[in-house]
């Protein structure tokens, strides 16, 4: 099967969904956060096809390191002096992995960090893609000088238990 990835459309948004409620059954998010995303920061957001067919998307946009939103909520606005690159959700339908869209959508992260200066990516990880993210090199924050605290914990608690949040230097 021949797949990649092509830039998101507002058009794309009813996939998303349908793609979301399969692949993240578990952490539901409107409609209006993707369209959101999209609208404050349209160079962050991607589809995977194959056969003209979405089978997989990516949302990132501009953060703040130890600061990711809280499950399902709007950002109102890009934040001011953003110092990470987050990605927000990244989702494959089941036909969609093994065909290197994972690998293929951190290089367009990581490729987007390098335009954009960002020094560092971050995520929040499900328990069960924490082996994936482990692999390609995300480990879990410290904290350090961008330590979110207990603001931190009360946003991954808004996602459910076991989550994880993670970062790794962008290759700049």
Aim: net charge negative; proline share 9%.
């Amino acid at each position: 099967m021949n797949a990649g990835w092509r830039a998101m459309k507002p058009a794309d948004l009813d996939r998303v969904m349908a793609i979301a409620e399969i692949v993240h059954p578990a952490y539901p998010e409107d409609r209006a956060v993707f369209a959101e995303r999209l609208a404050l920061y349209p160079e962050g957001c991607a589809m995977a096809e194959a056969g003209g067919i979405g089978i997989g998307y990516i949302v990132m946009h501009p953060g703040r390191l130890g600061v990711p939103p809280p499950l399902d909520s709007p950002l109102g606005a890009l934040p001011e002096a953003p110092d990470c690159l987050y990605l927000h959700d990244v989702a494959l339908l089941p036909e969609a992995r093994g065909l290197g869209l994972g690998v293929a959508a951190l290089e367009r992260m990581d490729a987007l960090a390098a335009r954009q200066g960002f020094r560092w990516l971050a995520l929040t990880s499900t328990p069960g893609a924490r082996a994936f993210w482990d692999a390609q090199g995300f480990l879990p924050h410290d904290g350090g000088l961008h330590d979110g605290g207990a603001g931190l914990a009360a946003k991954l608690a808004s996602y459910g238990g076991g989550m994880t949040y993670m970062t790794k230097p962008a290759r700049v």
